[in-house]
């Protein structure tokens, strides 16, 4: 006879665990019971505390060139072509004629005018607490009384001559965004009514699904983050009459400003050309269609350059809509084969969010090096053999099903591949945290993908994903050289890479309502090298992750592509920053995971029911400071918990 189920009983113990913290120095202690936070987070950390130390800087400066330099690299955080390109018309033309400042291309000296010539305007350069570089110009009112600065203005005295150049200058400038308007109107006009409605329903959609974007059409800011949202995404939702998208929804194109019209072609053209992930790659710039066309010739040379020949063809000097909207068609449709022939990956400046999509160059002999050194450990610790890592595979007398049964010290060989690898890659490339996620039940995932239960899926929670989190025990010095607070930083880190598998699934996932309904990114496919993370992400800011890699993998289960299944991440809380060279290198390691993965996952389709259950609270405790947990409550059931 079954004895009876104790529900209020099991509703009791599952109630008692929530409240009970997950931090690794505090298991089993009731949650948030503490007198005051271990860390806190000074006033001006992260991106206020840069933007202070760029003012000062700049403001202290020899001269305005010396100060500029600064303000636009925001004391090189940042390459200076990113901030020109969020210059108003104005401003641009402004700086090019008391500055000498010309896009990429600096003027000599000699185009600042004599400081004996009579000042009749004294303009104003100032910094913003968005990290934008703006401009009095004549006409204009104080800069204070137009945006929220930094601190103060740096007074530039203006001449007759200035005034006379300025004028050339913006009259140019202003009908050639007239010019751009007119034309994205005409273009837009053409689409029809319902193809304009279908434009916006895109946006919406690349808006909710793409990590957070600042873009400008002059003064007018559109972004999806945090709490100067003008586009739907986390704080605003879909239908939001606060939602640009929205408001322009249904609304006769005669009423549409010629700022949203830019800004509608703009983002159009850049989804064309690579999807949503392109639209970061403009983030802090103005959404021109003379910078929309730098960033696709500059896409078309690279993919040309991989593809050996003229196989896109260019849109031509001052072209077009139709023009550009042909270029971005084409490097959409080419650039599949391109990701064949070549590595792509992006470099993210963290300090304004700006991405930029690279080529990488040949493995070289940092990389090999790199690779080198964890296939070294991994035949040490695996049974696999192979010289490199991308030849790696398992060993002609190993069990076939050994990534499935306990290996070690762990439940899984998984489990053990995870961990070797990642713990490999800390010391191989000097990191300060290294770490890879994935899913905890591969037998769980068979079953629902073959049950088709695609609602049931994005309704799981962060429990049921692992990060397994190895820092270096050094690293312990950027933590008031504390085990405990290391172990305590590694198992935040843990949690957010959870969240961050939670978050990448359902994109994977057919379109059901649900699935729609659910939160979720499109999920990553190229890695990436990342410059002062340490800016906005809260967890950046609070954890020092300042350089980083990141390789996403994709791994295929029940015959169903998962991209971003997993990942490889490597962290620097100072020091160097990360190369290209190493990032190929870190991407292999990614790879290997992957393999294993991918394997575990076909025998999880023979029957074998392994799930991952190490790299919880309890283990990176244990892992890290060598301890047992003293009173440990056992870890939430898989499911009760939905976010970090």
């Known amino acids: 006879m079954t004895a009876p189920v104790d529900r209020e009983g099991s509703r009791r113990a599952a109630n008692s665990r929530k409240r009970q913290s997950r931090r690794p120095s505090r298991l089993g202690l009731v949650a948030g019971a503490t007198p005051k936070p271990d860390r806190v987070r000074e006033e001006d950390a992260g991106f206020p505390g840069l933007l202070a130390r760029v003012w000062r800087k700049a403001s202290a400066a020899a001269d305005i060139r010396a100060a500029l330099d600064t303000l636009l690299t925001l004391d090189g955080h940042v390459p200076a072509e990113v901030q020109e390109g969020a210059l108003r018309t104005a401003d641009a033309a402004a700086l090019k004629v008391v500055a000498g400042l010309s896009g990429a291309a600096r003027e000599p000296a000699g185009a600042v005018a004599d400081p004996a010539e009579r000042t009749v305007f004294l303009g104003e ?371 957010r890479m959870q969240y961050n598998s939670w978050h990448f699934i359902a994109g994977n996932l057919p379109r059901t309502s649900k699935v729609l309904e659910r939160d979720h990114f499109v999920p990553p496919t190229i890695p990436d090298i990342a410059h002062f993370s340490d800016q906005h992400h809260h967890g950046h800011v609070n954890n020092m992750v300042r350089f980083t890699i990141r390789s996403p993998q994709s791994v295929e289960v029940c015959g169903r592509p998962f991209n971003g299944f997993m990942d490889l991440r490597i962290v620097r809380a100072d020091g160097e920053p990360y190369t290209e060279q190493e990032m190929l290198a870190a991407h292999q390691v990614a790879a290997f995971i992957a393999r294993m993965t991918q394997q575990a996952a076909a025998l999880a389709e023979q029957g074998e029911q392994a799930d991952v259950t190490a790299f919880d609270s309890a283990w990176h405790w244990r892992s890290i400071t060598g301890t047992p947990v003293e009173g440990a409550a056992p870890e939430p059931a898989r499911g009760d918990l939905r976010r970090p």
């Not at 006379?164 to 034309?183: G, H, L, N, S």
């Not at 053409?190 to 059409?217: D, K, S």
């Not at 002059?218 to 009459?241: A, M």
């Open 125 to 495: 350069i100032g910094l913003t607490t968005g990290g934008r570089v703006v401009v009095r110009v004549p006409s204009e009112q104080p800069l204070a009384k137009q945006h929220t600065l930094v601190a103060g203005v740096l007074r530039v005295p203006w001449t007759l001559r200035h005034l006379d150049d300025y004028q050339r200058e913006v009259t140019t400038a202003q009908e050639r965004f007239d010019r751009d308007a007119a034309d994205s109107r005409r273009w837009l006009a053409e689409q029809g009514r319902e193809g304009r409605e279908a434009l916006l329903a895109q946006l919406t959609e690349g808006a909710r699904r793409t990590a957070p974007f600042m873009l400008y059409v002059e003064d007018k800011q559109y972004t999806n983050f945090r709490d100067t949202n003008t586009v739907v995404g986390k704080t605003l939702w879909p239908g939001h009459p606060d939602c640009v998208f929205t408001s322009l929804a249904g609304l006769p194109l005669e009423l549409w400003s010629d700022h949203d019209a830019l800004l509608v072609v703009g983002i159009s053209l850049l989804i064309r050309s690579a999807g949503y992930g392109r639209i970061e790659e403009v983030n802090g710039s103005q959404l021109t269609p003379e910078n929309v066309a730098r960033l696709l010739e500059r896409t078309r040379r690279n993919y040309n350059g991989a593809l050996g020949g003229e196989r896109i063809p260019a849109a031509g000097p001052d072209a077009g809509i139709d023009a550009l909207m042909a270029l971005a068609t084409g490097l959409g449709a080419h650039r599949p084969e391109v990701t064949r022939t070549v590595q792509l990956y992006r470099e993210i400046h963290g300090a304004l969010i700006h991405k930029v999509e690279k080529v990488a160059a040949p493995h070289g002999k940092v990389a090999a090096d790199r690779d080198r050194q964890v296939t070294d450990h991994l035949r040490a610790t695996l049974p696999v053999v192979g010289d490199r890592l991308a030849e790696l595979r398992l060993a002609d007398d190993a069990d076939p099903a050994w990534l499935a049964r306990p290996y070690g010290e762990f439940g899984t060989g998984l489990e053990a591949v995870v961990y070797e690898a990642v713990a490999a890659t800390t010391a191989a490339f000097r990191a300060d945290f290294s770490m890879s996620r994935g899913i905890r039940s591969l037998p769980e995932l068979v079953r629902a993908l073959r049950a088709e239960a695609w609602d049931e899926i994005s309704a799981w929670g962060i429990t049921d994903f692992f990060c397994c989190v190895v820092p270096a025990q050094e690293a312990r010095r950027h933590y008031g050289d504390s085990l405990a607070t290391l172990a305590d930083t590694a198992w935040a880190m843990s949690s």
